[in-house]
């Protein structure tokens, strides 16, 4: 299987409910046409007025390596549902892990 450009929530629960809930840590089940992928959240990222999600598939994908993440970009349909969509410009991609890494930092600084 493949990574898709665009997922969906599996059930009828809000994807960025999902994505918030601060006590879940439960896995996310996204499909897209009938495929569903099972994704482990890294991390939600803001940036310039929007939303990033950087998520770690645990559904083997062809095109994803074991270890890397994939940064998407929480958008909202007509209907005003949100979904993900691959973040495919490299420059946003690195911005949002390098908005990320340096927030890791800053829990190290208030955790010693």
Do not use: R
């Not at 601060?22 to 007025?49: M, R």
């Not at 994803?64 to 998407?72: I, K, L, S």
Request: aromatic content about 10%; hydrophobic content about 40%; charged content about 30%.
């Amino acid at each position: 299987m493949k990574l898709a450009d665009v997922y969906f929530s599996q059930d009828e629960q809000n994807v960025l409910d999902l994505l918030l809930d601060e006590e879940s840590q439960d896995n996310l089940f996204l499909s897209n046409e009938g495929q569903v992928v099972e994704f482990a959240q890294v991390a939600i990222v803001p940036h310039k007025d929007a939303i990033y999600a950087i998520l770690k598939p645990e559904t083997p994908l062809e095109d994803v390596f074991d270890d890397e993440a994939v940064v998407f970009h929480v958008k909202i349909d007509e209907d005003q549902q949100p979904y993900l969509k691959v973040e495919t410009d490299e420059e946003i991609a690195q911005h949002v892990f390098q908005q990320y890494y340096q927030m890791l930092d800053e829990l190290e600084l208030e955790e010693e």
